[in-house]
Nanobody
Framework: QVQLVESGGGVVQAGGSLRLSCAASGRTFSIFGMGWFRQVPGKEREFVAAINRSGDSTRFADSVKGRFTISRDNAKNSVYLQMNSLKPEDTAVYYC???????????????????WGQGTQVTVSS
């Protein structure tokens, strides 16, 4: 099993920045890709960003391209989401996810991820 714990959420004004962190523990050697998703009440969980194990393959949702970056530190079993130029529509609960399947690139499909964190709230005020 793998446990994921997110941190770094909070309240920020539009145009501001936040950095989310996700720390993995347990059978971390089984993790390949890691991703970030977000969800607002009444809507489906939405893909935000993903990164492969070596860090040389990343994907972003069109809505966050150019504003968000994703990185990981395998020595610390952690993945990060740097969010800049935040907008009110970025308000959501952000979830970290881990994929134990070796793939070419990364997947953006929530159902492909095997482990999930509890989520951290990000609120962007206008």
């Amino acid at each position: 099993q793998v446990q994921l714990v997110e941190s770094g959420g909070g309240v920020v004004q539009a145009g501001g920045s936040l950095r989310l962190s996700c720390a993995a523990s347990g059978r971390t050697f089984s993790i390949f890709g890691m991703g970030w998703f977000r969800q607002v009440p009444g809507k489906e969980r939405e893909f935000v960003a993903a990164i492969n194990r070596s860090g040389d393959s990343t994907r972003f949702a069109d809505s966050v391209k150019g504003r968000f970056t994703i990185s990981r530190d395998n020595a610390k079993n952690s993945v990060y989401l740097q969010m800049n130029s935040l907008k009110p529509e970025d308000t959501a609960v952000y979830y970290c996810a881990a994929d134990r399947t070796l793939r070419v690139g990364v997947t953006t499909t929530a159902s492909s991820y095997d482990y999930w964190g509890q989520g951290t709230q990000v609120t962007v005020s206008s």
